[in-house]
């Protein structure tokens, strides 16, 4: 019960919570069925990752991988595969994360797993990663096509994020509002404040390059919220560097603008 309460609570961006489940889980120690060990894990690095902390993540990931290749669980290897490449991207390390997303992909074919749409997003951000955003625009756009056919709205909303945050990336602002204000809305149904966090974030840089900064403030005062509520404290910081730099930007904006009326009034 409280491995699969651990995979929902990481689908739904949780992740303070998943690293308490998994503190309960590995305290049943040898009661605890393997294949429950290596899942719980899994989402428990790749929480710890998420959380920021990669060097308590790395071994909580290789241990899921190892266990789940001894006991021949094919797709546990998968989704442990796909913890360590967002641990190797997150590094930089980007030819390791290729090798791993790649060996990830022949190994789901094996067990015709119904997740196309998870490798392309992970492609698309790993192409995202490269800074190659056309690439990663078209993993997506292929990956939300995957997410419409088997009706899953709240993968649909990952990949609206993910398409939100490439055409942002290539200054494509209208089109990425777009996206972005359509997984906002996918993520605030599905109560998936750690997501949601993330397209307030990237709402709030589009809003400022179109030059509505009151609003941009505004989503990102609600996406710090959310991150700090959640313990996320990597995702305040971003946020918190955006909001600084609005706000640096428009005391320069004012001083300019007091400068003008100093000079003209002389």
Request: overall charge neutral; some cysteine.
């Amino acid at each position: 019960m409280l491995a699969k309460k651990i995979y929902y609570l990481h689908a739904r961006g949780q992740f303070a919570e998943v690293l308490e489940i998994g503190q309960q889980i590995e305290h049943l120690g040898a009661a605890c069925p393997r294949a429950a060990v290596a899942m719980v894990n899994r989402w428990w690095g790749s929480a710890l990752n998420r959380l920021g902390r990669p060097e308590q993540a790395r071994p909580r990931l290789e241990y899921a991988l190892a266990l789940s290749e001894q006991i021949g669980d094919v797709y546990g290897q998968v989704e442990a595969l796909r913890g360590l490449v967002h641990f190797w991207m997150g590094l930089g390390e980007y030819e390791q994360a290729g090798r791993l997303l790649d060996q990830a992909w022949a190994l789901r074919a094996q067990v015709k797993a119904r997740d196309e749409w998870l490798m392309l997003r992970l492609y698309g951000y790993l192409a995202s990663a490269k800074r190659d955003y056309g690439r990663a625009r078209d993993y997506y756009t292929q990956a939300l096509a995957c997410t419409q056919r088997i009706g899953d709205s709240f993968a649909q909303s990952l990949i609206e994020e993910r398409l939100g945050e490439a055409y942002l990336e290539m200054g494509e602002l209208d089109t990425a509002r777009h996206f972005l204000e359509q997984s906002l809305v996918g993520f605030r149904n599905a109560g998936a404040g750690e997501y949601e966090a993330l397209s307030l974030f990237h709402l709030g840089r589009t809003l400022t390059l179109t030059g509505q900064k009151e609003l941009a403030s505004q989503m990102f005062g609600e996406g710090l919220g959310l991150a700090q509520h959640l313990g996320n404290h990597q995702q305040a910081e971003e946020i918190q560097a955006a909001l600084r730099s609005l706000t640096a930007r428009d005391s320069i904006t004012s001083m300019r603008q007091n400068h003008g009326l100093f000079q003209v009034s002389r």
